[in-house]
């Protein structure tokens, strides 16, 4: 647009001279009227005018010829950009047929399980694969060992062997348990005549440890229908090459199934030299693949290592170029004149105010925002200005909300940063073990103390209700249980001892503890919290004091004579009392 710019001031520049000439004419006709009484000619006036208008014409037109070239230029880099979207079009439908194919297959590892199943299982969802994908004509499962566990077929056997050969061959890189999808080259099936391919996915489990893999081998004839329909233009084409240059998939299917190569066409020859996998930069005109002078781009695909390659007949291609070439060429000459004219009149008072509210706009991005805009100018330039300040204005305002939210934010971040910090001092600095139990999803938080109460690392068994019922005794579990239910039923506060296995194995006498903290408007539990104590030492110590007691009664009650308490020496037990008495 700027060369534009140059030739209409070039054509109001012409128009300029041709009226200080029409005037200074003017002031000579009348001299030789005054002095000679004749009559004012008017023909060179006429001839002048049509001189100067003639030259400004001439001028437009080398001007116009420059602008065609340069919109020329212009338009053939947006042909270029078009072609690219077309082949990128064409690239992804391809690109979606093979990823359709991977997805199936992966979803049927992820929704069977695959490497748990029995054989006939295996056997069983690989026939259904079948069913499902008319593209597969066989599949099998590998195990990590790259034996095979399981296959189906639509050929006979012999042709099945013939395909776990080819599985050997199958890419599998230096690591199996890295394998990503993955898929061989092309090749021609000797009986069918029909492009195939075999691809293959990881099989893993839960964790991502790799398992085995699923393989199947897919006819490529699909592709071919896919090449048919899509259109590019109203006489282009489309065809997929691989990176040898062989053609894989175009409306005729004789040349492919001829096993043509390709490599001579430019954009073919493009891609093979290409190894950064990167889209043309722009669209080139070339012989293609019909012999026939064309503008054609490659665009490769993500997986496999194919490109698909779109081919527009040049005259179609630069059809709507010409069209707007002829089309900006005649508008420059039936328009040149009256935006000069008129230009040159509203461009002055126009300039000014836009002028001057860029120049405001340029020091409030530079800092002053308190700036007002000039109000002067027309009623859009003004009301222009008005707008840009109360938009300045509602921007100052919110930068001082802004800033006091932040301090806000700043502020409720170091109470909550020292809240935790508190918190976590307290559960390291306490013996007791917490948990915080949600009743309606089974969720509960057990603290790193216990975790190391029974023995085992933070975190080391799942977070739920289930796990603490895993650890119960099991003559205890019933009343822990009940005592449980009753907290979350009735609002009973918790309170019970019970005993858990340790990781050791051994079992451990816990004082558990706890109450209900949260309810929902309903009046439902929804938060119960407490804390377990390890009393295994006391109820040890308990439960000898007991045996010794037993003993000593026994033995007491077996003597001749009666026994009494007030017998005890200093520091002696009754056991100790009995053992003396019976040595007297």
Not at 33 to 62: E, G, W
Not at 111 to 138: C, M, N, V, W, Y
Request: proline letters at 4%; hydrophobic letters at 40%; charged letters at 25%.
């Amino acid at each position: 647009y700027n060369s534009r710019n140059k030739g209409i001031f070039s054509l109001i520049y012409g128009f300029s001279q041709a009226e200080g000439i029409l005037h200074q004419e003017n002031d000579g006709k009348l001299m030789k009227s005054a002095t000679k009484s004749s009559p004012k000619p008017r023909s060179l006036s006429s001839t002048l005018a049509l001189a100067l208008f003639s030259l400004s014409a001439v001028l437009l037109l080398l001007y116009a010829g420059m602008d065609i070239l340069s919109d020329f230029k212009i338009q053939e880099t947006v042909l270029s950009r078009r072609q690219q979207v077309i082949a990128q079009e064409a690239a992804r439908t391809v690109n979606n047929f093979i990823n359709e194919n991977f997805s199936i297959l992966e979803t049927a590892i992820w929704l069977t399980d695959l490497d748990k199943a029995p054989g006939h299982e295996q056997r069983k969802i690989l026939q259904s694969l079948l069913g499902l994908r008319p593209a597969f004509r066989q599949v099998v499962l590998l195990n990590d060992h790259n034996q095979v566990l399981a296959r189906a077929s639509r050929l006979s056997t012999g042709a099945s062997e013939q395909f776990i050969a080819r599985v050997d061959d199958h890419p599998a890189g230096q690591n199996d348990a890295q394998i990503e999808r993955t898929i061989s080259p092309v090749y021609i099936d000797p009986l069918t005549s029909e492009p195939m391919a075999t691809m293959g996915v990881p099989v893993t489990d839960v964790f991502g440890d790799f398992k085995g893999k699923l393989i199947a081998e897919i006819n490529l004839k699909a592709m071919w229908d896919l090449v048919e329909q899509l259109k590019v233009g109203e006489a282009g084409c489309m065809y997929v090459c691989d990176r040898k240059g062989s053609l894989l998939a175009f409306k005729d299917t004789a040349r492919v199934l001829k096993g043509e190569n390709l490599s001579h066409i430019k954009a073919v020859a493009d891609f093979i030299q290409d190894r950064s996998r990167g889209v043309s930069n722009a669209a080139t005109r070339h012989e293609g693949i019909q012999g026939t002078t064309v503008v054609g781009m490659y665009t490769p695909l993500e997986m496999p290592d194919w490109a698909v390659i779109t081919e527009l007949p040049w005259k179609e291609a630069y059809r709507e170029t010409l069209l707007d070439i002829a089309v900006a060429a005649g508008m420059a000459l039936a328009l040149a004149v009256l935006v000069g004219i008129v230009g040159l009149f509203i461009s002055r008072r126009l300039a000014a105010p836009v002028i001057g509210l860029t120049e405001t706009a340029t020091r409030i991005a530079a800092g002053e925002i308190d700036l007002q805009a000039s109000l002067r100018g027309s009623k859009e330039v003004a009301g222009l200005a008005v707008a840009f300040n109360s938009m300045t204005t509602q921007l100052h305002q919110s930068l001082k909300d802004l800033e006091l939210r932040f301090g806000d934010l700043k502020q409720a971040e170091e109470a909550l940063r020292i809240s935790e910090e508190r918190l976590r001092l307290a559960l390291e600095g306490t013996s007791d073990g917490i948990w915080d139990w949600d009743p309606r999803t089974g969720h509960v938080y057990f603290s790193p103390r216990y975790y190391t109460m029974l023995g085992y690392e933070p975190d080391e068994f799942p977070h739920t209700f289930e796990s603490w019922r895993r650890l119960l005794h099991p003559d205890d579990a019933e009343a822990a249980e009940q005592a449980a239910r009753n907290t979350v039923e009735e609002n009973i506060p918790f309170d019970v001892e019970f005993r858990c296995r340790a990781k050791d194995g051994q079992w451990r006498w816990i004082l558990a503890r706890g109450k209900v903290v949260e309810t929902d408007r309903e009046g439902r539990s929804v938060r119960v919290t407490g804390s377990h104590v390890d009393i295994t030492e006391s109820k040890q110590a308990e439960e000898a004091l007991r045996r010794e007691k037993h003993f000593a009664d026994t033995l007491i009650d077996g003597m001749p004579g009666p026994v009494s308490y007030t017998h005890l020496r200093a520091h002696e037990t009754v056991l100790d009392l009995v053992c003396r008495l019976l040595l007297e």
